[in-house]
């Protein structure tokens, strides 16, 4: 070994100098050719020099194969191109297609390059099904406002908010840096339903005080933007304190969603802008009614839906604590809600691929590990929708030192045909009576990858000796790579306890069919062959371990010691013994071992051989050994539920007090996430709060509103236990954001009873007519992002679980809990001001609104006047006979 490393050298000398020339000193010691080799001495004995061909011969050869890759049952060669951190994945694939382009040119005709694997295709398929979704729901925006407002100038100025906001918050992007991806796209969709919700109101507004009071635009634009401008305030930055925390949350879970906050939160900030520069201006100059008063509301069917609403408002002011019971019956309802909702980390989307991680039992060689995967190949590529199966055997990523790598674990990709091509989209009528009545697809040309995994993992059961896992796609995969949902981590001294323990709970699981493809990291089945030295006489030749163990690496596993150039490439040279030499334990035993004593020693003079079976791996976490159980899970069971069993089960163990568990993986991530978004709440909650005592200048306002938002909790849980969605984390930001919406209509309906009874209305009567004013815009902001969320919930494209689980919540909570929140705000509203009137009497201080004092109080200003300008007298807001009107209409409802 030595001597071929200091034989076949070529170093530089210095340089000579002969005058005005200079010249290079190079000394060259490399071996020419692969025969020359063979006359390289490595020894002299006895005056003889002893070259290489007179103890073994050179070979000419390839690298011994510890690794191969096969695409449709061919063999080939992969590459693996991962991208760096921060940088796009598109343009990234894109870069390496056009060079692939450029390769191909040059590639001999018998030479195929294709891509098998390729993120940007999913991430292409659901960006573009994004874009639809994000037309599809300003459509349906645009026509909830005509529906309601029934005046397609008013229809055209409202929805003009949306460019303007949207447009906007593109340069807002490119300013830092975000990309169009799924989570600023999902972003964007979602805010086309809440940017519009400011200009809508205020668009309203005006509109009713044209319709209602007959003031022309410019006059009805100022005064109605001015009396409601507390409140479109007041709900803008209280939304906007619900997506702030979430651009600061910590954690992985707050890397991927600070994007999508900060998105929202500066689209919601523009909204705000433009409902109070370019929605008045726009009203004023060209929004004409050319109607008599009141048409808009003299339908049939808002005349229906308005006195129903006044009837069930006024029998709930009479029956106050028959609301105050419900509402703590639902509240009390959320705790059982939770107790039976499923929680998981992440939905599962179809990709059109997945992956079966095998490993085989310890000692197979490469040949007989290539027999058995080309045989499951063979089973997984007959399977309906699989176009193409990519598999590779031993390490592939290139960290092993050549020769060495184990090739008892290799993985199985499998491609299957795009989901558009086999899945019914929402125009199928076929589509809904499967999502209403819960039919099973008949139809073979409509599956899921779910379905072709639930089959490969049928073809797997089949192999009992090895150990598999039916898994999704993994962004970096090969050499049996395994992201399994379930990773339980065990912790201990003794490896004997730990195998013990490890297997009870597999034991445990496999008795439930919940969890699949079940396996562990220890192993203790791996051939070995032990040499166990005779120290005594290992010591008296003078011959230490470490020279032991490095001439049998040497002469069994090989090992490079120079280099060999030919031409412009460099190949190893390695040093081995003959195969005859080191094929059986025999042989190894006649292996020579140096010594500086006597020379050669046979290695059988001073160790034995022993055969046994032992670990593949030792893995250990802060000095202690571990054993990480994994698993998958069968549809139906939630990551939450599955540890929570786990973790009761492990508990029943008993384990000592030096032997710990620990969730890793997704579990621990979704601990973690839960734990962000609770703190992410609490100081959403305390902003919103500060903000809205700051806006109404009363400590009893807020909390009026914000009683809204924990009536929202169960109805959005009911929608995901009958829609059959587990709590995820798109779900849980969905129950974030329904609180952060629900809360507008309160402070819509608490601004304006306040201002009615600063004009001089008793506070029931306020009430009534505030919420009877009050409830077409809320209506229609509830509708228009209903409408934005019915794409997103029914979207079967590639993302679509994901998002789903996201808007089903919103669709659920605000759809469930609209009319108990319409009853509970008005209701709250009179029981703290009862509560504050009583507090008065016993402070001895007279009440903010004291009742049958309306003639001291004088009608509000118009915002001009406020503002300091000089204005026309303007006919008040609500005319007297307006007033009698509705004091009449009241008394008789309330009757």
């Known amino acids: 070994r030595a001597a071929l490393m200091r034989q076949n050298l070529e170093l530089p000398g210095g340089r000579v100098d002969q005058g005005t020339r200079e010249l290079v000193l190079r000394t060259m010691g490399r071996v020419p050719t692969a025969e020359g080799f063979l006359d390289l001495i490595v020894a002299d004995r006895n005056g003889y020099p002893v070259r290489i061909r007179d103890i073994g011969r050179v070979v000419d050869s390839f690298e011994e194969p510890r690794s191969l890759a096969r695409l449709d049952g061919r063999n080939a060669v992969s590459l693996i191109v991962q991208k760096q951190s921060g940088t796009n994945t598109v343009e990234v694939v894109d870069r390496v297609r056009a060079r692939m382009e450029q390769l191909r040119e040059v590639l001999p005709p018998d030479v195929e390059m294709m891509v098998v694997k390729d993120q940007s295709k999913f991430i292409r398929a659901s960006i573009h099904e994004l874009n639809f979704h994000l037309v599809i729901a300003a459509v349906l925006v645009a026509m909830t406002i005509l529906l309601f407002i029934q005046d397609w100038r008013t229809t055209i100025i409202a929805s003009l908010a949306i ?103 500066f689209a919601i900030l523009m909204s705000w802008f433009v409902s109070f520069t370019l929605t008045p201006m726009l009203c004023s100059r060209f929004l004409k009614l050319r109607r008599k008063r009141g048409a808009s509301k003299e339908k049939w069917l808002w005349r229906a839906i308005d006195g129903a609403y006044g009837w069930i408002l006024a029998w709930s002011l009479r029956h106050r604590w028959v609301i105050v019971a419900t509402v703590l019956a639902l509240l009390v309802s959320t705790w059982f809600l939770f107790r039976i909702i ?36 063979q089973r997984i590529a007959a399977l309906h929708g699989v176009t193409h199966v990519f598999s590779t055997i031993g390490d592939t ?39 209403i009545f819960r039919t099973p697809e008949r139809n073979p040309r409509y599956f899921t990858q779910f379905e072709v995994q639930r089959q490969a993992r049928q073809i797997m059961a089949e192999y009992p000796e090895l150990r598999s896992a039916v898994q999704d796609a993994a962004v970096v995969s090969g050499a049996g790579f395994r992201q399994s949902m379930i990773d339980l981590n065990l912790r201990g001294p003794d490896l004997a306890r730990l195998q013990e323990y490890s297997e009870k709970i597999m034991a445990y699981m496999r008795r439930n069919p919940a969890y699949v493809d079940i396996d562990t990291s220890l192993s203790l089945r791996k051939p070995e062959l032990r040499v166990v030295i005779d120290r005594e006489r290992a010591s008296d030749l003078g011959i230490p371990v470490q020279t032991i163990a490095a001439t049998l690496n040497t002469l069994v596993g090989g090992e490079p010691v120079t280099k060999y150039k030919e031409l412009d490439e460099q190949y190893d040279v390695w040093l081995r013994a003959e195969l005859s030499s080191r094929d059986r334990a025999e042989a190894i035993q006649r292996l020579m071992i ?56 492990v508990d029943s163990l008993n384990l000592p007090a030096d032997y710990h568990y620990e969730f890793i993986g997704r579990a621990k991530v979704m601990g973690e996430s839960n734990q962000n978004f609770l703190i992410a709440f609490i100081t959403a909650f305390i902003f919103m709060y500060m903000i809205l005592a700051a806006q109404f200048e009363s400590f009893v306002h807020p909390i009026t509103i914000l009683l809204a938002l924990p009536l929202t909790l169960p109805f959005a849980l009911v929608s995901l236990l ?107 509203y009179s029981l703290w001001d009862d509560l504050s009137r009583w507090v008065a009497r016993r402070a001895a201080r007279p009440p903010k609104y004291p009742e049958g004092a309306e003639e001291q109080l004088e009608p509000q200003q118009p915002a001009a006047a406020l503002a300091g300008g000089e204005t026309e007298p303007e006919m008040p807001l609500e005319t007297p006979a307006a007033v009698r009107r509705s004091k009449t209409r009241l008394a008789e409802e309330m009757a």
């Open 722 to 828: 009958l829609l059959r969605t587990n709590l995820n984390l798109y779900a849980m930001f969905g129950l974030f954001m329904l609180f952060g919406i629900v809360k507008k209509n309160g402070i819509l309906q608490v601004d304006y009873t306040n201002v009615l009874r600063q004009r001089g209305l008793p506070r029931d009567q306020a009430i009534l007519e505030a919420n009877h004013t009050r409830l077409r815009p809320i209506l229609m902001t509830t509708v228009m992002l209903i409408a934005a969320m019915i794409p997103i919930a029914l979207g079967q494209g590639p993302g679509a679980a994901s998002r789903a689980s996201l808007a089903k919540v919103i669709l659920g909570g605000q759809t469930l809990s609209l009319l108990l929140t319409l009853l509970v705000t008005p209701v709250a």
């Open 594 to 649: 140096p010594s500086p004593k006597v020379g050669l020693v046979q290695l059988a003079s001073l160790a034995r051989l022993e055969p046994a079976r032992g670990p593949a791996s030792i893995d250990r976490f802060a000095m202690q050994r571990q054993v990480v159980i994994t698993a998958n899970l069968e549809a139906g069971m939630a990551l939450g539920d599955a540890v929570r069993d786990l973790s009761q089960f």
């Open 342 to 377: 499923g929680f998981d980390f992440l939905p599962r989307d179809d990709q059109s691929e997945f992956e079966v991680a095998i490993i085989l039992p310890e000692g197979y060689t490469l040949d007989r590990a290539d027999q058995v995967f080309r045989e499951i190949e």
């Open 397 to 435: 990523t290139g960290r092993m030192t050549r020769g060495q790598g184990d090739v008892t674990s290799g993985t199985i990709y499998a491609r299957l045909v795009d989901l558009e091509e086999r899945t019914r989209h929402w125009y199928d009528p076929q589509f809904w009576l499967q999502a």
């Open 163 to 265: 460019p303007a906001s949207i447009v906007t918050t593109f340069a807002f992007m490119y300013w830092m840096g975000y990309t169009l991806n799924n989570m600023t796209m999902l972003a964007l969709i979602l805010a086309i339903g809440i940017v519009i919700d400011d200009a809508v109101v205020i668009n309203e507004n005006i509109f009713r005080h044209m319709e209602e009071h007959g003031l022309p635009a410019l006059k009805a634009a100022s005064s109605a933007t001015g009396e409601i401008a507390l409140a479109v305030s007041a709900t803008t930055l209280s939304l906007l304190v619900i997506f702030l925390p979430v651009v600061f949350m910590g954690g992985r879970v707050g890397r991927f969603f600070s994007s999508f906050g900060a998105t929202v939160a």
